[in-house]
């Protein structure tokens, strides 16, 4: 797999398809970019140049254990770096979960840089309170339990992969336990997306994709987030599972999304190019504008 220097930390990448379309997706947390290996083959038969990212911290990225090097805010400089990295000036870029929060951020840190955003399962306001309930007994496991878990991962390892939705289960099991509870750590200390009052100035077009009956990622979320945002469109999902087993629909939802928004001019570009048309036009031996 190619990767590329953050830090003098080695960020691993995988790219689907080619062209001038590109489509960063980012995973979820203590996940890996595998969990595209689906959705970035169909993206790039439908014209995109899908690219995808293992985080520091996560799949065969280097996973240092220092929980001063996780936050959000150096997710999305990853994400920026990719971008350096592969000589792009834009990118639509998305993510699930902890995916969907590092898009937002990148948004807010350079805005220049996301020409639209795929939201799928946000963690906002909402979830807080779930996010502390799951999430600390599973770093004091991580803390405590390591011995075990480092033998339960050798054997996980060792298992094939077989089925994406397996292996999205199994890809928690299959990691070293330190490198991932520095990652809960530093994301619990920081900030975990930006502030409302920065959401809202956010203008990319943006799909937000949410689902019902899931307390770390309420719809809730989804739809406050779609109501943030100037330019969204909501999608609700059945459940966490329909992209994973029958993604059909919102395959040709995002699909319809990246045609909308590639085949839309950039506003900057025709704001430049309608300034350049009036300057044409009060050149020499025109009337000045009054």
């Keep these: 797999m190619p990767d590329f220097d953050f830090d003098n930390h080695r960020i691993s990448y995988a790219e689907y398809g080619e062209g001038d379309r590109p489509l960063v997706l980012i995973h979820g947390l203590l996940m890996n970019r595998r969990m595209f290996d689906r959705l970035g083959p169909e993206m790039a038969e439908r014209g995109n140049r899908v690219i995808t990212l293992d985080l520091l911290g996560h799949g065969r990225s280097d996973r240092p254990p220092e929980m001063s090097l996780y936050s959000m805010t150096f997710f999305a400089r990853q994400v920026e770096a990719l971008l350096d990295h592969l000589g792009l000036d834009q990118a639509v870029v998305g993510g699930?979960?902890?995916?969907?929060?590092?898009?937002?951020?990148?948004?807010?840190?350079?805005?220049?840089?996301v020409k639209a955003m795929m939201i799928e399962m946000p963690v906002?306001?909402?979830?807080?309170?779930?996010?502390?309930?799951?999430?600390?007994?599973?770093?004091?496991?991580?803390?405590?339990?390591?011995?075990?878990?480092?033998?339960?991962?050798?054997?996980?390892?060792?298992?094939?992969?077989?089925?994406?939705?397996?292996?999205?289960?199994?890809?928690?099991?299959?990691?070293?336990?330190?490198?991932?509870?520095?990652?809960?750590?530093?994301?619990?200390?920081?900030?975990?997306?930006?502030?409302?009052?920065?959401?809202?100035?956010?203008?990319?077009?943006?799909?937000?994709?949410?689902?019902?009956?899931?307390?770390?990622?309420?719809?809730?979320?989804?739809g406050m987030l779609a109501q943030?945002?100037?330019?969204?469109?909501?999608?609700e999902a059945t459940s966490i599972l329909e992209w994973r087993l029958s993604p059909e629909r919102l395959d040709r939802e995002l699909a319809k999304f990246l045609d909308d928004v590639w085949d839309t001019p950039d506003p900057a570009v025709s704001s430049a190019a309608d300034g350049a048309t009036a300057a044409t036009k009060t050149g020499p031996g025109s009337a000045s504008p009054r």
């Design 124 to 222: 906002l306001d909402n979830a807080l309170l779930a996010a502390a309930v799951i999430f600390t007994p599973i770093m004091v496991g991580l803390r405590f339990g390591e011995p075990v878990l480092k033998m339960l991962a050798r054997g996980a390892r060792r298992i094939p992969r077989t089925n994406p939705l397996l292996d999205i289960g199994l890809d928690w099991l299959r990691q070293d336990p330190a490198p991932s509870s520095a990652v809960l750590e530093g994301l619990f200390l920081g900030s975990s997306a930006p502030h409302h009052q920065f959401r809202v100035q956010m203008t990319q077009p943006t799909l937000v994709v949410g689902h019902h009956a899931d307390p770390l990622h309420p719809f809730s979320d989804s």
């Design 228 to 235: 943030e945002l100037p330019n969204s469109r909501l999608i």
């Design 96 to 113: 699930t979960s902890l995916g969907a929060n590092t898009t937002l951020e990148l948004n807010h840190l350079a805005p220049e840089r």
